[in-house]
């Protein structure tokens, strides 16, 4: 039998989390006969690993990541054998390749080329001329009754983002810091990446294209609180209303770790969980409630009605899934201003 855990929760009360653990049984057809699709992700011309890359096909449930050797694994249902798969990495060129190409081989070498950039022009302004403003926006609420958790064993790349609205201060165009909530952490190091993208409004606002092409990445331990990214430098974002949006980074290693810890829990302690059973795409899923945060990190939310009005959340479950909007609202912040240095 093979199982694929999908988790997302939030927390109810204070002391209180479930889960929502669907386990997919193969069985009497419920599964489709599956494509493994392995290799490593390389840069062109410097023949360096590129990690954490985003891979999969667009709008479905099939996505992952590169882990930090570059290497990467995915399994994909045969029906899906006439798609492409997409390869991509913030400051590459995409590339797409048809799945049923890839099957024939072993094992595969992704070369991504490096996107060619021209720089903004650069304007000066004495010091004196212009007054220094800055603004923070976002839902900055830190005393938190709720969270997002969110990982797949077998796929990855989920991300949850906050939109937010600058169109009260168009004179302050400069993204000068990030932070997002922590509202509990089980990971002894756990890593996340901050991305800026646009709106899409040609597909119901979700997050589209993105805004900004550098890794930012944090690794950081902290078992709850603020998480503050350190920008290496102001990002202009003309737009008025974008998305800051934090993506959970699991290598494999990470997924095989929870999933096995949730298992573990889940057989030494059957009466703890309450189970359901779902048909999802045509498939048996059992949801399973478990009252007990045992592994992952969890990012803060919440979700009175103002804040779900205020502050629009959607969040995806892989890399190139579907953006569907959240029932809480994210807990993150950023900062702008009319100045895009400290210097």
């Known amino acids: 039998m093979k199982t694929a855990f999908h988790v997302r929760g939030r927390f109810r009360t204070a002391l209180r989390f479930f889960l929502i653990v669907g386990i997919l049984y193969c069985g009497a057809g419920a599964l489709n006969a599956q ?10 011309d410097t023949k360096t690993v590129i990690p954490f890359a985003n891979i999969g096909i667009e709008n479905t449930t099939i996505g992952s990541l590169s882990d930090a050797d570059g ?10 054998e006439n798609r492409e798969l997409l390869f991509s990495s913030l400051g590459y060129q995409p590339q797409y390749y048809k799945v049923s190409e890839l099957a024939q081989a072993k094992e595969i070498l992704i070369y991504l080329d490096p996107k060619v950039f021209e720089l903004d022009p650069i304007t000066l302004i004495p010091e004196k001329a212009v007054k220094r403003k800055s603004v923070t926006l976002g839902n900055g609420k830190s005393l938190l009754r709720s969270g997002q958790l969110a990982y797949d064993s077998i796929y990855a790349g989920s991300a949850i983002a906050l939109r937010i609205d600058k169109k009260k201060y168009p004179n302050l165009p400069y993204v000068q810091k990030a932070s997002l909530f922590i509202a509990g952490n089980k990971t002894p190091e756990f890593k996340v990446r901050l991305r800026f993208m646009a709106v899409d409004k040609e597909n119901g606002g979700v997050p589209g294209k993105d805004l900004v092409e550098d890794q930012l990445l944090e690794f950081s331990s902290i078992r709850k ?11 202009r974002i003309d737009e008025t ?26 057989r030494e302690y059957p009466d703890r969980a309450v189970y359901d059973t779902l048909q999802i795409d045509g498939k048996e899923v059992v949801d399973i409630q478990i009252g007990k945060i045992l592994a992952g990190t969890i990012f803060g939310t919440t979700n009175s009605k103002s804040d779900l009005e205020n ?6 479950n892989n890399s190139f899934g579907a953006w569907e909007r959240s029932a809480s609202a994210l807990s993150a912040k950023v900062e702008i201003g009319n100045y895009p240095t400290d210097q």
């Open 225 to 235: 609180g603020w998480l503050n990214f350190d920008l290496p430098r102001a990002y």
């Open 311 to 316: 502050y629009p959340t959607f969040y995806r």
């Open 71 to 80: 290497t990467f694994r995915i399994e994909i249902p045969e029906t899906f």
């Open 35 to 44: 494509i493994r699709v392995s290799g490593k992700l390389l840069e062109r």
């Open 241 to 266: 209303d974008f998305y800051v949006v934090f993506e959970w980074i699991l290598e494999k290693k990470d997924r095989e770790y929870i999933t096995e810890t949730y298992e573990t829990y889940l």
